[in-house]
């Protein structure tokens, strides 16, 4: 994209935003070609964590529906009234829940990507029964065995799977990883993707603005994709 002093949008955001948009869809489309995916199958989350109404305005403009937040607050106080004038917005909380802020997260969001330990199942399966909302939910695997990171542990996941389905009842879509940051994502990819598939799991939330495209190779059927759309982080 050529830009020229005399293009009343050369200093906007949205035209930034816009373009951003424009090139992460062409990498999917590349990749799904390259991998002989259809990119239908593959849901591009939008991260606007950190960011304000107007870059979300832009994305909503350029066509963009799935949105990805990691704090219930920050997305209580930002996404009411972007919903308001965009009825098809699908939020998504992509970020640690508290128990204490699930009956937020059950009300404001659509999918849920880190359902990580037991007592969180149970509380989940309580308020979308009170609620009378039944959310799809991706379980955080902790491909990593990363102390410092949420996520059930590779070794206890079918069972946890079993027991997030079978005993709370919840609307298990898939499984969600963040691979360690100095080692190679493939691996925890190829990893998340063997106990999805052995747990009947169609749904892979995995892979992010440095490795989408990996991602997709190994079966993503959704990437949250933050930088690469919004810029660094404010
Ligand atoms: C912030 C975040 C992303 C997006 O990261 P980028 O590198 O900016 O694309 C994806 N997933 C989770 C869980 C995040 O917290």
Redesign the pocket.
């Known amino acids: 994209m050529i830009l020229t002093v005399s293009d009343p949008d050369a200093a906007s955001g949205s035209t930034e935003v816009g373009g951003a948009l424009a090139a992460v869809r062409d990498g999917i489309a590349a990749k799904c070609r390259a991998v002989g995916r259809d990119p239908a199958g593959v849901a591009l989350i939008a ?1 606007s ?1 950190t960011h304000g109404p107007e870059p979300i305005a832009a994305a909503i403009a350029a066509g963009q529906r799935h949105f ?1 937040e ?1 704090r219930v607050q920050e997305a209580a106080a930002k996404w009411p009234a972007i919903r308001a004038t965009s009825s098809d917005i699908r939020l998504h909380l ?2 640690p829940l508290q128990t204490n802020k699930v009956s937020d997260a059950v009300a404001l969001f659509d999918v849920i990507h880190t359902l990580d330990r037991p007592r969180l199942a149970e509380k989940l399966a309580e308020e979308m029964a009170r609620q009378a909302r039944r959310l799809p939910c991706f379980i955080q695997i902790n491909t990593g065995r990363e102390a410092q990171k949420a996520g059930i542990d590779p070794a206890e996941a079918d069972a946890f799977i079993a027991v997030a389905r079978e005993t709370w009842k919840l609307d298990v879509t898939g499984l969600m990883c ?1 691979p360690p940051l100095n080692e190679q994502a493939a691996i925890h990819f190829a990893f998340l993707r063997e106990i999805a598939a052995r747990n009947g799991l169609a749904q892979l939330s995995m892979g ?3 490795d989408f495209e990996t991602a997709i190779a190994f079966g993503a059927t959704h990437i ?5 759309i919004f810029g660094m982080r404010v």
């Open positions: 991260v964590k990805g990691n992509i970020g963040i992010m603005s440095d949250r994709v933050g930088s690469a």
